[in-house]
């Protein structure tokens, strides 16, 4: 059984699926320095309600949801292997647009953050089609490039939403030289800087897909681990094996089959 075999056939074992990733119902919108100061803007939660994380397949936060299990089962999965190898900052990334990453990190890191031992930072780092807020439709005043271009304090680029333990920075305005500004002097001490301040804290990155642009290879050495997302039904097989050969020199701890219900 080769590679790929092996990832699809662990991903079913694991039934670590869920629903294809929907369309958003929202449209979207250097040097280091010194250490930044973390401090959360809250956001209205009245912006985030139920009828808006059903239509955008946002359920780790439910209880008595055959859904939200299955979350709860990659979260047991995912920290087992963190933990066990002191892995603090988890890339989630995928072949192609489409295939369900952005909803997979959402919901992995809002069931983390319900381990009581447990806070979650999740990151936008798709600087060219940044979405990851729209999955909570909520508009981000400010976000990670104004941090990085812009000198914009960091805490006003953070966001509170309403589940407890979470915080996100959203992307900001779109970039097209985004691999030139992520293997930057300051991006990549922020990187450093957001994986050691808490003890507690994993930080999640949604990442571009791996076959569409270089952002992910440019930024993978800031990371401990990466996550695949894959489609079932959708995803080619060869397009499964250019991303795992991209990401041989990663820590790669498995895959997440999705849509396959």
């Not at 299990?69 to 989630?92: C, E, P, W």
């Not at 995928?94 to 952005?102: L, M």
């Not at 069931?111 to 447990?118: C, E, F, G, M, V």
Request: charged letters at 25%; aromatic letters at 4%; hydrophobic letters at 40%.
């Amino acid at each position: 059984m080769d590679r790929l075999e092996k990832a699809l056939e662990k991903s079913r074992q694991l039934r670590t699926t869920m629903a294809p990733r929907p369309t958003p119902n929202s449209g979207a919108s250097a040097a280091g320095g010194s250490a930044p100061t973390f401090v959360s803007s809250a956001f209205d939660s009245a912006l985030v309600n139920d009828a808006q994380m059903e239509q955008n397949r946002i359920v780790a936060h439910r209880t008595r949801s055959a859904e939200a299990d299955v979350y709860r089962q990659l979260r047991t999965h995912v920290l087992q292997i963190m933990n066990k190898s002191g892995f603090k900052t988890l890339a989630i990334t995928s072949p192609r647009y489409g295939d369900g990453k952005t909803t997979v990190a959402l919901n992995l890191g809002i069931s983390i953050a319900l381990d009581l031992k447990q806070t979650v930072l999740l990151v936008d780092l798709d600087l060219r089609k940044p979405d990851l807020h729209q999955y909570l439709g909520v508009k981000p005043q400010a976000g990670l490039t104004d941090y990085l271009l812009h000198d914009t304090p960091l805490h006003e680029c953070l966001m509170r939403p309403p589940f407890e333990r979470v915080n996100i920075l959203p992307s900001g305005s779109r970039l097209d030289n985004s691999s030139e500004i992520l293997g930057s002097p300051k991006m990549i001490a922020l990187s450093s800087e957001l994986k050691s301040r808490y003890p507690d804290r994993l930080v999640i990155y949604d990442m571009p897909p791996i076959l569409a642009q270089d952002d992910p290879i440019a930024f993978l050495p800031q990371v401990d681990a990466v996550l695949v997302v894959v489609r079932d039904g959708v995803t080619r097989a060869e397009d499964l094996k250019r991303s795992l050969a991209t990401l041989a020199g990663a820590n790669v701890i498995g895959t997440v089959l999705n849509d396959c219900w």
